[in-house]
């Protein structure tokens, strides 16, 4: 089955049909990870964006049972070189080409990603659309006009709409949901939290009403600009003296709280090798990273710059100087990912009971 890509740009990519038949589209992003295309098209934050994998084989070791990092496929399509239809990994349930038919996405195979990629990467992340079903260029591109101006609120597609509890003898973790990877929910839980995941438009109030101990705001879709109605309710819970840790959106909107601001990155960071530095320590931990979104420098003064990503210089990482809140822009839980960072979640438990001992993480 022929498809196609078509960017902002009018650059046209000539393909096969991958997954479901039909027509979609979204901000085009490259993610350079070399395994982990089931997480990574759960990843919640991915919603809507159609994903460039510059690996150059995909689909290998198949779909298993436990490498969602959410409840579907959010991404809104998949652009790859080369699909493996005969996976082999004992794990392995499904097809990549029979998993997107089952969530009614659209992928596009047989692209030379180098190419797609050095585009991106030179011109800044554009948007596109892939179609399997309609092949006439001046409609593809008629399409990216008319669709390029849709709002969406990706953060309200993805959260929970009711609260939802996963009981532990711990201490207890609220976790505002903006589009929740699993794998954080599944560390807290290793470390006994007693979680309770919110909608994203709980209330300050809301939240605090479950008495926390800790407060965890969750990495989540889109520019952080489009929820600053939650701007002022992060900065209350944040000046509780209640410990807050913010990952990823949740970075992003906590710095927003104590009045920074935010940008977006050209072609953002998509990846499971970035390196970033702990100015605290001088050490360098080999990250996994989603975001097209940055905190700018020049951040207020009661705000410690903690970590920096040694790519391109940018915050990956603030603390407050008084209170118990601090963020990062990557993502600890990795997930796929290097794990180097996943003490942070030891660190955040351990604020909340007090405790000296770091608990062994179980191995996901
Ligand atoms: N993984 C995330 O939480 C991403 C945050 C935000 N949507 C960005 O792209 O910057």
Redesign the pocket.
Known sequence: MEAKLVLEDGTVFKGKGLGYEGTTWGEVVFNTSMTGYQEILT?P?YRGQLVTLTYPLIGNYGINHNDFESYEIHAGGLIIREDCSRPNHWQSQNTLDVFLKEYKITGITNIDTRALTRRLRSKGSMFGVISSEILDEKELNKIIKQKIKEKRC?VEEVSVSTPTRIPGKGPRVVVMD??VKYNIVRYLKSLGADIFVLPYSSSAEEVLSYNPDGILL???????MDISEKVPEIQSLATKNIPVFG??????LLGLAFGGR?YK?KF?HHGGNHPVKDLRTGKVLITT??????LEDGLPPEIEVTHINLNDGTIEGIKHKDLPVSSV?Y?PEAGPGPKDSTLLFNEFINKLTGQRNVKKLVNF
């Open positions: 990843d934050s990706l903006f589009g969750s990495n989540g879709p889109g520019d952080p990952i990823c959106l949740g970075h992003q935010t990155l953002g990273q989603n975001h097209g979104y940055a822009q993502h």
